[in-house]
């Protein structure tokens, strides 16, 4: 039987979780990290941005973690970490497709959107292979003395307030953990979601609808060799080197190549508009959905799927609580809404952040601060909600979509500005989640975006209405839809 008595168990060893376990090793914590599984394993959530890396870097420059820095950049990464995959990330690109249609560029490119995010490879953001990247983590939490407990099985969760109480199943033996303080880092697992009966909000109430069919695959074309030379003369990057969104009628595709031959796909769908056929295997619906799409069957001509397709149900969901005095929930633990945007790693990245900052604190004023962050990470969980929601909503309106995004992309690239300089404070929010006048400004954009069939009217009013955040020159018509830098670069 295993026996440990640890200020802080993880629940959960994705690199939230492992990361945090990390953090309060060099605060001189005891940890128990326990694992359902075991590592290297498939993990979907793979696309890293510039906000993910800076928390990153912030994590390894305040806790002393110099081996972690190399992995905020994808030139660092390749010169540190060649052993560890990864794919190189320039950006975002989107492109509309048609039914029974081939793609092709339309005048002034209404049909498709490319944003850089940094100006080099080297400073590039990455697609994480969370295969090699979370088992990594694992090892490295090993090495700064976590007690890691794979192929864990719990079957109870005691609260003894103050404190917790765990016990499980290993194939060597029993295990028993004590510990003070509880972080739910399962994702989907809902571990502690379960054992405390956490409220869930009425799905009726989010605004986001989507189910997922993805999986990870060899020989999947480049979507720049699909498109050929003259349709991709303007790109900024290639843009396979990106968070590719294919976009299709009621849904859209990610398409993110890690170097190592493998790529991670999947469809999005809006499961009104497509609900699960019965009697339609996933490889069958994955097929169909191919087939409608005459541009893209033509990149997945050859491609293998390395295992077995996952179709999900409807993705989104949110708690009404994220943290007790003695107990907190990564944001996977706590919510989520779509792949659209990569959000999730950043999102989870700003949590560890913060509870890292909770752990390095006094212990009289835990309990304070883990309620803080829970409001903040229920209040940001919604606010992605209304990003993501709100472009669902404009699938069908590809000029409409492009403005809407950049709602998205203004917030995202004011707060990297922010770290960039060296302003933002350790509890600021995600993507301006706290900033009122934003906020303001945000809301009224996308209630027009919803609907609005003018979209030349709609960039101007979110030209105009962005002006105070946009910085780097975006909803510019003169641009094409074309934005070959999206910051100060200067200094990156
Ligand atoms: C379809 C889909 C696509 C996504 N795409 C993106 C993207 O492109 N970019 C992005 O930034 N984010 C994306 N995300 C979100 C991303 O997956 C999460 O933000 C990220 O994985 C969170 O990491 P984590 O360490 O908190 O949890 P996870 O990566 O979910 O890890 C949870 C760990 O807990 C373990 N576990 C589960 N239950 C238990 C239990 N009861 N006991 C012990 N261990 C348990 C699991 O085995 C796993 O190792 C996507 C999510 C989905 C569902």
């Given at each position: 039987?295993?026996?440990?008595?640890?200020?802080?168990?993880v629940?959960?060893?994705?690199?939230?979780?492992?990361?945090?376990?990390?953090?309060?090793?060099?605060?001189?914590?005891?940890?128990?990290?326990?694992?359902r599984?075991?590592?290297?394993?498939?993990?979907?959530?793979?696309?890293?941005?510039?906000?993910?890396?800076?928390?990153?870097?912030?994590?390894?420059?305040?806790?002393?973690?110099?081996?972690?820095?190399?992995?905020?950049?994808?030139?660092?990464?390749?010169?540190?970490?060649?052993?560890?995959?990864?794919?190189?990330?320039?950006?975002?690109?989107?492109?509309?497709?048609?039914?029974?249609?081939?793609?092709?560029?339309?005048?002034?490119?209404?049909?498709?959107?490319?944003?850089?995010?940094?100006p080099?490879?080297?400073?590039?953001?990455?697609?994480?292979?969370?295969?090699?990247?979370?088992?990594?983590?694992?090892?490295?939490?090993?090495?700064a003395?976590?007690?890691?407990?794979?192929?864990?099985?719990?079957?109870?969760?005691?609260?003894?307030?103050?404190?917790?109480?765990?016990?499980?199943?290993?194939?060597?033996?029993?295990?028993?953990?004590?510990?003070?303080?509880?972080?739910?880092?399962?994702?989907?697992?809902?571990?502690?979601?379960?054992?405390?009966?956490?409220?869930?909000?009425?799905?009726?109430?989010?605004?986001?609808?989507?189910?997922?069919?993805?999986?990870?695959f060899?020989?999947?074309?480049?979507?720049?060799?699909?498109?050929?030379?003259?349709?991709?003369?303007?790109?900024?990057?290639?843009?396979?080197?990106?968070?590719l969104?294919?976009?299709?009628?009621?849904?859209?595709?990610?398409?993110?190549?890690?170097?190592?031959?493998?790529?991670?796909?999947?469809?999005?769908?809006?499961?009104?508009?497509?609900?699960?056929?019965?009697?339609?295997?996933?490889?069958?619906?994955?097929?169909?959905?191919?087939?409608?799409?005459?541009?893209?069957?033509?990149?997945?001509?050859?491609?293998?799927?390395?295992?077995?397709?996952?179709?999900?149900?409807r993705?989104?969901?949110?708690?009404?609580?994220?943290?007790?005095?003695?107990?907190?929930?990564?944001?996977?633990?706590?919510?989520?809404?779509?792949?659209?945007?990569?959000?999730g790693?950043?999102?989870?990245?700003?949590?560890?952040?913060?509870?890292?900052?909770?752990?390095?604190?006094?212990?009289?004023?835990?309990?304070?601060?883990?309620?803080?962050?829970?409001?903040?990470?229920?209040r940001?969980?919604?606010?992605?909600?209304?990003?993501?929601?709100?472009?669902?909503?404009?699938?069908?309106?590809?000029?409409?979509?492009?403005?809407?995004?950049?709602v998205?992309?203004?917030?995202?690239?004011?707060?990297?500005?922010?770290?960039?300089?060296?302003?933002?404070?350790?509890?600021?929010?995600?993507?301006?989640?706290?900033?009122?006048?934003?906020?303001?400004?945000?809301?009224?954009?996308?209630?027009?975006?919803?609907?609005?069939?003018?979209?030349?009217?709609?960039?101007?009013?979110?030209r105009?209405?962005?002006?105070?955040?946009?910085?780097?020159?975006?909803?510019?018509?003169?641009?094409?839809?074309m934005?070959?830098?999206?910051?100060?670069?200067?200094?990156?």
């Open positions: 039987m295993t026996r440990l008595d640890c200020d802080l168990v629940l959960g060893s994705g690199f939230g979780g492992t990361l945090l376990a990390i953090v309060a090793r060099s605060l001189g914590l005891s940890v128990a990290v326990v694992e599984g075991t590592h290297p394993r498939f993990a979907i959530g793979e696309s890293s941005t510039p906000l993910a890396d800076f928390k990153l870097a912030r994590i390894a420059d305040r806790f002393g973690l110099d081996w972690l820095r190399p992995l905020a950049k994808y030139g660092p990464w390749k010169a540190t970490y060649p052993h560890l995959s990864c794919g190189l990330k320039r950006g975002f690109s989107f492109f509309r497709h048609r039914a029974g249609e081939s793609f092709a560029p339309a005048e002034g490119n209404a049909n498709a959107l490319i944003v850089a995010a940094s080099t490879d080297a400073t590039a953001d990455t697609h994480w292979y969370r295969p090699d990247f979370d088992a990594h983590l694992v090892e490295r939490a090993v090495a003395g976590a007690h890691y407990l794979d192929r864990c099985e719990v079957h109870t969760l005691r609260h003894t307030k103050p404190g917790w109480e765990i016990e499980g199943a290993r194939p060597d033996g029993a295990v028993s953990v004590r510990a003070g303080l509880l972080i739910d880092a399962t994702g989907t697992g809902q571990a502690l979601a379960e054992a405390l009966k956490l409220e869930a909000v009425d799905p009726a109430q989010l605004r986001t609808r989507s189910r997922a069919l993805y999986s990870h060899r020989g999947v074309a480049h979507w720049h060799d699909v498109l050929g030379p003259a349709a991709t003369a303007d790109h900024p990057f290639p843009c396979d080197a990106a968070a969104h294919q976009i299709i009628d009621g849904g859209w595709m990610w398409v993110l190549r890690f170097e190592n031959g493998i790529t991670s796909a999947g469809f999005s769908l809006d499961p009104d508009r497509h609900p699960v056929r019965p009697g339609e295997s996933p490889d069958a619906e994955w097929r169909r959905l191919l087939d409608t799409y005459p541009s893209l069957a033509r990149q997945f001509a050859d491609a293998v799927p390395t295992r077995p397709l996952v179709r999900t149900g993705l989104q969901r949110r708690l009404t609580r994220a943290a007790g005095p003695d107990w907190a929930l990564l944001p996977h633990a706590a919510g989520f809404l779509d792949a659209w945007l990569s959000p790693i950043a999102q989870t990245l700003y949590a560890v952040n913060r509870l890292a900052n909770v752990l390095a604190d006094e212990p009289a004023a835990r309990a304070r601060r883990l309620a803080g962050y829970g409001d903040a990470v229920l940001e969980l919604a606010w992605v909600d209304e990003i993501t929601g709100t472009c669902f909503e404009c699938l069908d309106r590809f000029p409409v979509l492009a403005t809407a995004v950049m998205y992309f203004t917030a995202a690239i004011y707060c990297e500005e922010r770290e960039r300089r060296g302003e933002a404070g350790p509890d600021e929010g995600f993507l301006l989640a706290d900033h009122p006048e934003y906020r303001a400004a945000a809301a009224k954009l996308f209630a027009a975006a919803r609907t609005t069939a003018d979209a030349d009217a709609f960039l101007a009013a979110a105009r209405a962005l002006e105070p955040y946009n910085s780097c020159g975006l909803c510019d018509p003169r641009r094409r839809n934005y070959p830098y999206t910051a100060s670069h200067a200094a990156r």
